[in-house]
């Protein structure tokens, strides 16, 4: 339907039009044109029934726990392997095309398959990101709660001069602040470190030689 659409639209294309004068290889050209379309569509419809799949093994058959967070890190790879295959196909494009670095357009098809390769990252980990944001959330507020009693303990005996034990009580409230630090510093975005940082390259490293190339061209150029 879009290949219709749009050869409708737009007309047919480029190398379509090259090689119109030689029916074999035009209908060569135009089969490949339809395959690539036909493969693109499925792939979008297979990623978008994954992404979903993995969103609602996330959001309703797992359970969130900040000290087991291993597990929850399952699906952030497959995630990121999506984002990069999506975002490796406008590079592939440009690199097959070399013309196309000169062309502004190119720029302004590349950013947006960008943005949404890394939707395609974020998107199936947003609801687990919130079920770990509200057990974080409770854990907090459980220790926070149990700090305060202490801290009240702490007070009554200092206003009563009753300063005996008070070693049994600083280990406690030591303890408990341990317990809150530790808890504080616990990600609630399921994935590696080292997995947003390898995908963020995959995406920004291209896309900034692009860039690069195509200033250098436009200053260098005639």
Same mark, same amino acid.
């Given at each position: 339907a879009f290949v219709v659409l749009s050869t409708t639209l737009l007309g047919p294309p480029p190398g379509f039009v090259a090689v119109s004068?030689?029916?074999?290889?035009?209908?060569?050209?135009?089969?490949?044109?339809?395959?690539?379309?036909?493969?693109?569509g499925a792939f979008l419809y297979r990623t978008v029934?994954?992404?979903r799949t993995i969103q609602s093994i996330y959001n309703q058959h797992t359970q969130a726990s900040l000290f087991r967070m291993q597990p929850l890190y399952a699906f952030s790879g497959l995630t990121a392997l999506t984002a990069a295959i999506l975002s490796s196909a406008s590079y592939l494009w440009l690199a097959l095309n070399p013309g196309m670095l000169t062309d502004p357009t190119s720029l302004a098809f590349s950013l947006p398959i960008t943005a949404i390769s890394l939707a395609e990252f974020i998107w199936p980990l947003m609801g687990i990101h919130r079920l770990l944001d509200s057990e974080k959330a409770r854990l907090l507020d459980s220790v926070a709660g149990r700090l305060e009693a202490a801290a009240r303990e702490l007070h009554r005996r200092v206003d009563e001069d009753d300063l005996a034990n008070m070693d049994d009580?600083?280990?406690? =409230?030591?303890?408990?602040?341990i317990e809150y630090n530790a808890i504080e510093r616990v990600p609630t975005w399921p994935w590696r470190p080292e997995t947003m940082r390898l995908l963020i390259t995959a995406l920004a490293l291209p896309l900034?030689?692009?860039?690069?190339?195509?200033?250098?061209?436009?200053? =260098?150029?005639?």
């Open positions: 004068h030689l029916p074999a290889s035009a209908s060569v050209v135009y089969a490949g044109y339809l395959i690539t379309w036909w493969i693109t029934h994954q992404l009580l600083h280990k406690p =409230m030591a303890s408990l602040e900034g030689v692009w860039i690069v190339q195509f200033l250098i061209q436009r200053v =260098m150029g005639p």
